[in-house]
């Protein structure tokens, strides 16, 4: 009977461990900082007309937020798919297509970034990092 109770102790410890590990977190002081300081080059960009840059460097800012919140996966791509629940379903979704415009801009030779689509991409990045809770 003592063993039982050895295991279920040993399990109950276990997935508390699993829990504390595994939940999302909240950004650091420094974090936040970081996230403004890259925020403002990023309007820079845009504001400068130079939309590539800008779209490159929001999509690795919002994937810094993802790690940062402890929303573990080896890609952006798995990584946005857990952090779902922290968005809105439209911000889900127009992340989504954002990430996949910033991949034909890295991927595809022959690519045209119009500045209309790049500006869409950068809101959806803006209202992700509102969303996460990181500007």
């Known amino acids: 009977m003592i063993t039982i109770w050895y295991i279920f102790g040993v399990l109950a410890i276990g997935l508390l461990i699993l829990f504390l590990i595994s ?3 909240k950004l650091s002081e420094k ?3 970081i996230v403004l300081h890259k925020w403002k080059d990023i309007e ?3 504001e400068e007309k130079r939309m590539k840059e800008a779209l490159m460097e929001a999509d690795k ?3 810094f937020v993802l790690k940062r919140l402890n929303l573990r996966g080896k890609t952006f791509a798995e990584r946005l798919k857990l952090a779902k629940p922290l968005l809105t379903a439209s911000n889900y979704q127009a992340l989504w297509e954002a990430h996949k415009l910033r991949n034909k801009l890295v ?3 022959d690519f045209h970034l119009a500045d209309y689509h790049g500006e869409q991409a950068i809101d959806a990045f803006y209202n992700a990092l509102k969303n996460l809770k990181a500007l």
């Open 107 to 109: 991927h595809e030779i």
């Open 31 to 33: 974090d936040f900082s």
């Open 61 to 63: 800012l919002v994937d």
């Open 44 to 46: 820079a960009y845009t």
């Open 23 to 25: 939940r999302p977190r």
